[in-house]
């Protein structure tokens, strides 16, 4: 249950649109403190309910770390009126003709269905129930840890994902919220009692923690006529906020290579990334793009396109983050001895956009194509339900990505230089060399 549908640039198709936004986004929060967030969208029969709780990694105390992924599996195991043996909720969806998914990151846990509109108050019922009454003995808990070992396990044995998860433990200082990778420790997870579930529960999992969104053919009356019915005896929690980090701590460099056990070497840089309450968030997010993130940035086109000295470019970066975090840029190749001047040319290219900037034509591609692209995405009833979440999560607004997209609109060339250079001008990145074994 890892799919990962935060997008962060979604956003940008509300521009396309004018001043008016086409769907009815209405808001009411319940006496509990669940805020409901109505989207309509009558062009199919079909509804779109999330529920977004401010929970994740980030909120784990040591010794318990893994338990907000872990409660990500366990959520579909059952509750108190909806029983059963095994993925109870993700079987009774699938029954309605449904599909039915969540995921976890270091800020929140998303649970998201898109049924049928006949099933829309059954659903609802649904997630009021296992966020008020889950079912959380020894049983639900061993069969699920078991689950969460078996994808710590399979990790293990994927080059990819271990070399990520071991690169992970170097990016943060100790203390960090985000010092440790979401999906956590097994030798913690394995201890985990149902005392300490049902109190990580009854804590987080909470009205007043969340957010729901009913999306699809469906009134905004009838959707806070349902939700409250639904949710009226959910218990608010006191939950005091995750303490801002006091920074990001030093820069992992590491002058010795480190070793993988395949036939590629990988230059992995490592930049600060602003969280989205920063002021340089906006503008990261389009320098970044100009330089590493698409198809026809600047250094793909130079370091693959081009001159053909790697494979590809991969930006290991979720967006989105509460705090200022790390992102990291790979750049995968064949090994060899002459691979130091795949770092040249990509400091060279860095450089020149630190200098001059983009060019008029290149900022306008960039928003056309980030336009268009995303529009057509954007018609999907699950990605409209989606962004309006990510907005209300980011900016507690659930319109604010529109006014987020005209932010990055306004960015100047002289802000993308400034935040060029500031995260990512010379000895502003970290680096790690990867090269594979000696036979």
Not at 38 to 44: G, T
Not at 312 to 340: H, K, Q, S
């Amino acid at each position: 249950m890892k799919t990962f549908l935060f997008l962060t640039l979604l956003g940008s198709a509300l521009a396309s649109f004018g001043q008016t936004f086409p769907y009815p986004v209405k808001t009411k929060t319940l006496s509990n403190g669940l805020k409901v967030i109505s989207v309509e969208k009558r062009d199919i029969p079909m509804v779109n309910i999330q529920v977004w709780y401010r929970v994740g990694s980030k909120d784990e105390v040591p010794g318990q770390r893994g338990m907000a992924h872990l409660f990500e599996h366990m959520m579909f195991r059952g509750s108190k009126n909806f029983k059963g043996e095994g993925d109870v909720y993700i079987h009774e969806i699938e029954k309605m003709g449904g599909q039915v998914n969540a995921y976890t990151t270091f800020d929140r846990t998303v649970y998201f269905q898109q049924i049928p509109k006949q099933y829309a108050e059954k659903v609802l019922m649904m997630e009021a129930d296992r966020m008020s009454n889950l079912i959380l003995d020894q049983k639900v808990l061993d069969v699920e840890r078991e689950v969460v070992g078996e994808e710590l396990r399979n990790g293990r044995n994927s080059w990819a994902q271990r070399y990520q998860s071991d690169r992970h433990e170097q990016l943060y200082p100790e203390g960090h919220p985000y010092k440790v990778d979401v999906i956590g420790y097994l030798e913690e997870i394995l201890k985990f009692t149902t005392q300490e579930c049902q109190a990580f529960h009854e804590k987080y999992y909470a009205p007043n923690n969340a957010f729901l969104l009913i999306g699809g053919d469906i009134s905004a009356d009838s959707a806070f006529l349902l939700a409250e019915k639904a949710f009226k005896d959910a218990k608010p929690s006191v939950i005091a906020p995750t303490p801002t980090p006091n920074g990001l701590g030093s820069m992992p460099v590491f002058e010795e290579p480190k070793t993988l056990d395949v036939p590629l070497q990988i230059y992995s840089f490592i930049a600060n990334r602003p969280g989205y309450s920063n002021p340089d968030y906006a503008a990261f997010n389009v320098c970044a793009s100009l330089l590493f993130n698409n198809p026809t940035s600047r250094v793909q086109s130079t370091l693959v396109d081009e001159q053909k000295l790697i494979f590809g470019l991969f930006n290991t970066d979720n967006g989105g983050e509460v705090f200022d975090c790390r992102t990291t840029i790979d750049l995968l190749m064949r090994a060899g001895p002459g691979n130091v001047k795949v770092k040249k040319v990509m400091q060279r290219e860095i450089n020149e956009f630190i200098e001059n900037g983009p060019e008029d034509q290149e900022l306008a591609d960039y928003f056309s194509n980030v336009e268009a692209g995303m529009v057509q995405q954007y018609y999907t009833l699950g990605n409209v339900v989606n962004v309006i979440g990510a907005s209300e999560f980011q900016f507690k607004d659930p319109m604010a990505m529109y006014r987020n997209f005209e932010m990055q609109k306004k960015v100047t060339k002289a802000d993308l230089q400034r935040v060029a250079a500031a995260y990512f001008g010379p000895g502003k990145m970290g680096f790690i060399n990867y090269k594979p074994k000696e036979e």
